[in-house]
């Protein structure tokens, strides 16, 4: 369905067309040997930075033989994904978005996102996945997606250019490990009767209790008597099962023991009926790639035997991004922690050195922390510095959840900074109780900030958007700061111990020790965490005047100012009354005015 916008073709390392181009170029055989020797899980692909090789070969779109694009090596893509080559759509996929920018390769939307202007609609650092009608994509225009796929699919097949196929990507999963932790597996393996499974009242196996860790191998194998026993049918010397499960396997049915864990068998399925399925599924992205699969899968089997009644576990998945910084390394090659780099800057240059014997030291990209790559920093450091609250704050402000978050140490000092800026207004909050005055005007504009307030912060938390919510909270403090405390009328008192209640609510989620001191310290019963979450008022959410975007002809080319909820005639009037009206459209005959009521107008114009 997106094939309008394709930008490149890519071909995983271990394709044919990419051996037989690294057998005539040192450089792609250099790339093809990087790519084999770097992540291999779909999970580490994932985070990984998107490199490619051009091949200097071009292949002519399938729908427009007009059009050629480029066949790059590239390292996000594996040979037991379909064929091993693929078509790159940078606006509607984020692997192929952050490929294409790197490479500054064409980004062409061609899913339109509902209600979106398709005269103005780019796609910035985020592609868009959702759903939509296509454009921008010749004969498929105004199709929803899978109309849209079947409509390709059928173009394709008529013309010998390919066949339509369903796909299933399942392979065996190996649930041995060779290590103590892990739930033992119940099996016997008897010399004369082979494998036998223990036996249901001698279940659970339990682990021995004095295991020996430090040495290479399995430390249940090396345990001198724990793999010992009988077997079970013919009484003989037989052997336990030395491997455990993967920890998958527990993980992927725990949540149905949740629902009742007293109960005497291993699911209680009154109580999984009634809880189940789980609201919201929130993990990384490996849980994304592998739990979910593992977890639904053992629903299912589940469902088929008996113990529970739904065959999907989860009804809300989140995948969230990860924490990433910075790499070091020594000219040897040898990776470097951050604790002992230091940073110089010139301009916008960065360098960095050793800050013991200022040996020069290369940056690399950032990547997912990690103890191999030493690109780890300490929590207790950073808390010590400056606190549990700040940590979490820059972390769930830096970018949106789902987006990796790159550490750094400018950043934490700018939430600390923010941190300390609440508690000072807190503190100059002189005590109550002051009398209110509902038609002070800076009461009442505090009053009106802090309902707009209170429904952005809880809309971005019930949208998983944490990032915004902050921003939100950051200008709020920027208000309060306008009408400080010292020297207030009692009235602009009283709404900011308004506002300063709503805050140390609004701010728990995201700083709970900071709020419980500022909830103290403006005299809050109890705890804040106890205290019920604010409301807001729609009434008093809507601002006064909205700005619209003024179109001529489906382009941007100025802005208005207009009372919420105006009516269209309404607004239609006063852009025709705009001076910028006449001289924006000079030569120009007005033929149509769309307004669309606090959203844009449209003006259709002829010359």
């Known amino acids: ?156 097949e008529a013309e010998g250019a390919g066949q339509g196929a369903t796909v299933f990507r399942l392979r065996d999963w190996g649930v041995s490990r060779q290590r103590a932790w892990g739930c033992p597996i119940p099996i016997i393996h008897c010399p004369a009767c082979g494998v036998v499974p223990v036996p249901r009242d001698a279940l659970p196996v339990a682990h021995p209790a004095d295991i020996v860790f430090g040495k290479a191998g399995s430390a249940l194998d090396r345990h001198p008597t ?16 030395t491997d455990t499960l993967d920890t998958f396997v527990d993980s992927s049915w725990y949540f149905a023991r949740f629902t009742d864990v007293e ?43 008996g113990q529970l009644s739904v065959r999907e576990p989860f009804a809300g998945l989140f995948t969230q991004g990860m924490v990433t910084h910075e790499t070091y ?68 402000s830096d970018s949106p959840p789902e987006r990796d978050a790159q550490w750094s ?24 109780p002051h009398a209110a005055d509902p038609d002070h005007p800076g009461a009442e504009a505090l009053r009106r900030a802090t309902h707009r307030l209170t429904r952005a912060v809880t809309e971005a938390i019930e949208t998983f958007r944490f990032n915004s919510g902050i921003a939100r909270l950051y200008e709020f403090l920027n208000l309060l700061r306008e009408h400080k405390a010292e020297g207030a009328s009692e009235a602009l008192l009283a709404e900011r111990a308004e506002a300063l209640s709503v805050f140390a609510r609004l701010i728990a989620p995201f700083t709970p020790h900071l709020a419980e001191e500022c909830w103290a310290r403006i005299g809050g019963e109890g705890m804040v965490v106890f205290t019920p979450w604010p409301a807001f008022d729609e009434a008093l959410t809507r601002e006064a005047e ?51 009521k606090d959203r844009i107008v449209n003006i259709v114009a002829a010359g």
């Open 263 to 305: 109960a005497a068998e291993a699911i209680h399925k009154a109580a999984a009926d009634y809880w189940l399925p789980v609201d919201q599924y929130i993990g990384g992205i490996e849980h994304a790639v592998l739990h979910l699969l593992y977890a639904r899968f053992v629903t299912k089997a589940l469902a088929d035997a």
């Open 546 to 596: 909205v700005t619209l975007p003024v179109q001529v002809n489906g382009k941007r080319r100025w802005e208005i100012r207009a009372p919420a909820g105006a009516e269209p005639a309404d607004v239609e009037k006063m852009v025709l009354d705009d001076p910028q009206t006449a001289r924006r459209l000079e030569g120009l005959t007005i033929r149509k005015v769309i307004v669309v």
């Open 409 to 432: 140490n400018a950043g934490v000092e700018g939430a600390w900074r923010f941190v300390n800026r609440v508690w000072g207004e807190f503190e100059s909050q002189p005590a109550g």
């Open 226 to 241: 724990w793999k010992h026993t009988s077997c079970p049918r013919c009484g003989g010397a037989a052997a336990r099962e």
């Open 329 to 396: 390394r020594r000219q040897s090659g040898d990776w470097v922690e951050p604790g002992e780099v230091v940073i110089e800057t010139e301009g916008r240059s960065r360098r960095a050195r050793l800050a013991a014997s200022g040996e020069p030291v290369v940056i690399g990209d950032p990547e997912k922390m990690s103890k191999s790559k030493k690109n780890t920093v300490p929590p207790g450091e950073i808390f010590e510095v400056y606190g549990v609250d700040a940590a979490r704050l820059f972390v769930l």
């Open 1 to 156: 369905d997106t094939l309008f916008g394709a930008a490149f073709v890519g071909v995983a390392a271990d394709h044919p067309l990419a051996a037989d181009v690294a057998a005539r170029n040192p450089a792609a055989a250099a790339f093809v040997d990087a790519c084999r020797r770097g992540a291999v899980s779909e999970a580490e692909i994932e985070t990984a930075e998107k490199l490619g090789f051009d091949t200097g070969l071009r292949v002519r779109h399938p729908f427009d033989p007009s059009v050629e694009l480029p066949v790059w090596i590239a390292n996000f893509i594996l040979m037991d994904y379909g064929a091993g080559a693929i078509f790159g759509c940078p606006a509607h996929d984020q692997r192929d978005l952050e490929f294409a920018r790197k490479y500054d390769l064409p980004v062409r939307p061609v899913v339109l996102p509902p209600g979106a202007d398709p005269a103005t609609f780019e796609v910035g650092d985020e592609a868009w996945t959702g759903s939509g009608v296509l454009f921008n994509s010749g004969f498929l225009d105004g199709l929803d997606i899978e109309s849209a796929k079947a409509a390709a699919i059928a173009r394709l």
